[in-house]
C-alpha cells in the first residue's frame, strides 16, 4: 500500500485541487478516462464549440426578415468537427503532461478504482493506494434507458456523437432537456432532419412555465418535435438505418432515422465506486451526500478527510458549479480549522440552443409558493427584447426577460430570459442578486447604454418597479 497526503478521484474539476500549496507533499491524481473529464473532452467546452458555427449557420435563415438574403452554402463537418477536436485533444493532452511532468510530488495513476476502506482505494491492477485526505470528484455519466434496441452501434450518447465521422442526414433525440436542445440547435442549423420526442408536455420543462412554453414552441418551428411521445423500441435496418417505434398521444407510428442520440439525463459515477461498502450516504439519486463543507456524509456525520465535488455529489450538473466547489474543497482541505462553505445560493444556467435561455434563482411556482410560506409578496415583470431599440434592430419578435422580486424590498428571487445572449444578459442581474443589490436600486442606480440589448434588462427592472408602484401607490 502507498500513503499520499491527499488523493483525488477525478480529473476534471478535481484536477484543479493541486497547486503549489501542495509541492512540498504527495499527492496522488486518479482518473480512469481522458485526462480534463467530462466538460473539456464532450461537454461543456466541444458542444459550445459546436454551437457557435450553429449559430453562424442559422443566422442563414434569421437574416432574411432584415432584408438580408443570405444562403448556407453548405457545413464541413469534418472540418468543424476537426478543428474542435484537434485543439481539445491536444489541451487534454497538455493537461495531463502538466501533471505527470510533476513526479516530484504528483502521482498520475491513469485507472479504474473503487474504494476498500474510507480513505483508501484499489486499482483495477490491484494497488492499494490510502491517504490522509480523499477528494471524490468521479463525475456524471449518460443514462442509457433500458429499450430493445439501445445498444444499436447507431445509438449514441454526447460522449460519441460530436466525434462522428459523417453528419447524418436524419437524427431522432430522446429526451427534451439541455442536450436535447443543444444538439437539435447544433444538427438542425448544419442540416440535418431533427426530430425530438419528449416524454412531457414541454422542452426544458423544469426551467420557469414560460419559458419552457415558449422555448417549445419555438422549437416545434425548427424541429419536428413529439410531445408527450415514448420510443418504445429501436430496430437497425439493412441499409445502416434505424427505425425507432414511437408511442405518442396518436398511438403507435414508426420513424426511420439514421442515428439517435439518447439525452435522458446523467447519473452520478457512484456505481461500483465502493461507496456504499464503506458506508457513505448517497441521496435517492445515488448522488454522494456532503455537508455545506463539502465533506462526505456517513450516517448523517461528516467523515473527516473525505470530500466530494462537481457531478457525483452536486445537485447541479454545471461546469461553473464543480468548479465553485473545488474552491470550497481546496480551501476547507488546506484550513481544517476555518472551514468555508460553498454558496448555493444563486446558481445560474444558460442553455446553449436556438434561442438560448438562461436561468437564476426561483421559478415564477416556486416564487408562489415562497410567498404563501413567508408571507412577503411578489412582483413579477416580463418585458420583450422587440420592445427595446435593440430589439427593433434585430427584428426579434420572441425574446423576452421576466424577473420575480419580493415586493416591498426589490430583492430579486428570480431572472429567466429567452433570446439572443440569454447567457450574457442574466449575468448582471447574477451580480445583484449575489451582491445584494435591489431591482430598483439596480435600475436607476447606474447607466444603461444605449441602445444596447442590456435595455431590456434595465427595462424589466423599471417594470418590476412600476408594477410595485401600481400595487402600493
Ligand atoms: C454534452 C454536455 C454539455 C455540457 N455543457 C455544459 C455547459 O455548457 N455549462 C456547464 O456549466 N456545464 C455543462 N455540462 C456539465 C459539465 O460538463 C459537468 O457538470 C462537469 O464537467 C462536471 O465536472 P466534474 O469534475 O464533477 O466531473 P468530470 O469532469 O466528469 O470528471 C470526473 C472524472 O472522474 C473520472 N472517474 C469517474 N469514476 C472513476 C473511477 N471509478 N476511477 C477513476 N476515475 C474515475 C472520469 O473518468 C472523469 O474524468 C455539460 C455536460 C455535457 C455532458
Ligand atoms: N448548457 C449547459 O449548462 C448544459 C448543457 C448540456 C448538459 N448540461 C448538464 O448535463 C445534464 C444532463 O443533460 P440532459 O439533457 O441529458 O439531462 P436533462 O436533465 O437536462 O434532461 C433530460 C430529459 O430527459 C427526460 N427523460 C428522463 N428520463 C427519460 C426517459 N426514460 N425517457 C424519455 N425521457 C426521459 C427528462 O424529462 C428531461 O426532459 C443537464 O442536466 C445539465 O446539468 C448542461
Known amino acids: 500500500m502507498t500513503h499520499y497526503d491527499l488523493a483525488i478521484i477525478g480529473t476534471g474539476s478535481g484536477n484543479s485541487l493541486i497547486t503549489r500549496r501542495w509541492a512540498d507533499r504527495k499527492v496522488v491524481l486518479v482518473d480512469r478516462g481522458a485526462f480534463g473529464g467530462t466538460c473539456l ?140 436542445a443543444e444538439f437539435a440547435h447544433i444538427f438542425g442549423s448544419f442540416g440535418t432532419e431533427v426530430t425530438i420526442t419528449v416524454r412531457s408536455g414541454t422542452m426544458l420543462r423544469h426551467l420557469d412555465e414560460t ?43 414508426d420513424l426511420e432515422v439514421d442515428l439517435v442520440l439518447v439525452a435522458v439525463g446523467r447519473a452520478p459515477n457512484t456505481d461500483g465506486l465502493g461507496v456504499e461498502e464503506v458506508g457513505f450516504d448517497l441521496h435517492p439519486d445515488r448522488r454522494l451526500a456532503v455537508d455545506e463543507y463539502q465533506r462526505v456524509l456517513r450516517a448523517g456525520e461528516p467523515v473527516e478527510g473525505v470530500w466530494s465535488l462537481g ?25 481544517p480549522d476555518e472551514l468555508r462553505a460553498s454558496d448555493h445560493r444563486f446558481v445560474p444556467a444558460a442553455v446553449f440552443s436556438h434561442p438560448q435561455v438562461a436561468a437564476v434563482g426561483l421559478t415564477e411556482e416556486q416564487a408562489l409558493a415562497y410567498a404563501e410560506t413567508s408571507g412577503v409578496p411578489v412582483v413579477t415583470a416580463v418585458q420583450q427584447y ?5 430589439g427593433w434592430a434585430m427584428e426579434d419578435t420572441t425574446g423576452f426577460v421576466k424577473l420575480i422580486a419580493e415586493q416591498p424590498t426589490g430583492r430579486i428571487l428570480g431572472a429567466h430570459i429567452v433570446g439572443h445572449e440569454a447567457s450574457l444578459l442574466i449575468q448582471p ?3 445583484a442578486m449575489s451582491f445584494d443589490l435591489d431591482a430598483y436600486s439596480m435600475a436607476r442606480g447606474q447607466y444603461w447604454i444605449h441602445p444596447a440589448l442590456t435595455e431590456v434588462v434595465e427595462n424589466a427592472l423599471l417594470k418590476l418597479r412600476t408594477n410595485r408602484e401600481l400595487l402600493h401607490p
Open 429 to 431: 442581474i447574477l451580480q
Open 41 to 180: 473532452n464532450r461537454g461543456c467546452i466541444p458542444t459550445k464549440m459546436y454551437v457557435y458555427p450553429a449559430d453562424l449557420a442559422a443566422a442563414s435563415g434569421d437574416a432574411a426578415r432584415l432584408g438580408v438574403d443570405l444562403s448556407l452554402e453548405g457545413v464541413r463537418w469534418q472540418d468543424v468537427r476537426d478543428r474542435i477536436f484537434t485543439r481539445i485533444d491536444a489541451n487534454s493532452a497538455d493537461a495531463r503532461s502538466y501533471r505527470a511532468d510533476q513526479p516530484e510530488y504528483v502521482t498520475l495513476i491513469e485507472d479504474d478504482v473503487h474504494l476498500v476502506g474510507e480513505k483508501s482505494f484499489q486499482t483495477s491492477s490491484g494497488e492499494v493506494i490510502s491517504a490522509d485526505q480523499l477528494v471524490i470528484a468521479t463525475g456524471s455519466h449518460a443514462i442509457r434507458p433500458d429499450i430493445p434496441g439501445i445498444d444499436l452501434p447507431q445509438v449514441h450518447t454526447s460522449d460519441t456523437i460530436m466525434r462522428l465521422p459523417d453528419r447524418p442526414r436524419r437524427l431522432l433525440i430522446k429526451g427534451g432537456g439541455y442536450i436535447a
Open 311 to 335: 457531478d457525483v455529489s452536486s445537485a447541479h450538473q454545471l461546469k461553473h458549479v464543480a468548479n465553485h466547489e473545488a474552491r470550497t474543497v481546496a480551501h476547507n482541505l488546506l484550513h
Open 386 to 390: 422587440g420592445a427595446t431599440a435593440y
Open 211 to 253: 419559458v419552457s412554453t415558449v422555448f417549445t414552441e419555438q422549437a416545434a418551428q425548427q424541429w419536428d418535435v413529439r410531445l408527450r411521445t415514448a420510443v418504445t423500441g429501436l430496430t437497425a435496418n439493412d441499409d445502416g438505418s434505424v427505425t425507432a417505434r414511437l408511442e405518442g398521444p396518436d398511438g403507435q407510428s
